[in-house]
Antibody
Framework: QVQLVQSGAEVKKPGASVKVSCKASGYTPNSYGISWVRQAPGQGLEWMGWISVYNGNTDYAQKFQGRITVTTDTSTSTTYMELRSLRSDDTAVYYC????????????????WGQGTLVTVSP | EIVLTQSPGTLSLSPGERATLSCRASQSVGSSYLAWYQQKPGQAPRLLIYGASSRATGFPDRFSGSGSGTDFTLTITRLEPEDFAVYYCQQYGSSPFTFGQGTKLEIK
């Protein structure tokens, strides 16, 4: 069955970086793209960016441009999201989510989600 | 950026009743690239509706989606106890892919 398994919780200091992983199984990864979505405590969902596992194309939300890098390692079917210059308001659960978007990010909803990774930013 | 506004913020209903949730976009959502997700406490969101009206695997037919352009609706007929959750709409036709702020469906 399709699974997206994310890395464990992280605690970081302001100004640090965090790298969250998302390992895919149960399907052919390069037929899909992976998006990253975050959810601050008690808040809604916020899309951060996307990567094509097929060719490495990326698309980032303007809000995160310059601070986010999403990469993929096809040999291990793992996608990574790195967020730099962390602030307290980056404290959130970070989710990876799959979509059929293979070449460009648009046109497909997110049909499977990882379990989420809590990132806490605290002095 | 397309802004999605969901209403109401909280909907209090009893099991067996009908729920109608609204999602309004600040500009037209191309090709009805509008999805609804269900999220229960401590869980990841789960795809419920895509393409504005297609039901995802695993959801019963008491869930239905409708709408086009800027106005979309999620309807749940005959609420079951497991349906009480937070529902988010999302547009995925134009980057950045935005979500509504959510509607909390709670037991009255």
């Amino acid at each position: 069955q399709v699974q997206l398994v994310q890395s464990g919780a992280e605690v970081k200091k302001p100004g640090a970086s965090v790298k969250v992983s998302c390992k895919a199984s149960g399907y052919t990864p390069n037929s899909y793209g992976i998006s990253w979505v975050r959810q601050a405590p008690g808040q809604g969902l916020e899309w951060m960016g996307w990567i094509s596992v097929y060719n490495g194309n990326t698309d980032y939300a303007q809000k995160f441009q310059g601070r986010i890098t999403v990469t993929t390692d096809t040999s291990t079917s793992t996608t990574y999201m790195e967020l730099r210059s962390l602030r307290s308001d980056d404290t959130a659960v970070y989710y990876c989510a799959r979509s059929l978007a293979r070449i460009v990010a648009v046109a497909y909803a997110f049909d499977y989600w990882g379990q989420g990774t809590l990132v806490t930013v605290s002095p | 950026e397309i802004v999605l506004t969901q209403s109401p913020g909280t909907l209090s209903l009893s099991p067996g009743e009908r729920a109608t949730l609204s999602c309004r976009a600040s500009q037209s959502v191309g090709s009805s690239y509008l999805a609804w997700y269900q999220q229960k406490p401590g869980q990841a969101p789960r795809l419920l509706i895509y393409g504005a009206s297609s039901r995802a695997t695993g959801f019963p037919d008491r869930f239905s989606g409708s709408g086009s352009g800027t106005d979309f609706t999620l309807t749940i007929t005959r609420l079951e106890p497991e349906d009480f959750a937070v529902y988010y709409c999302q547009q995925y036709g134009s980057s950045p892919f935005t979500f509504g702020q959510g509607t909390k469906l709670e037991i009255k």
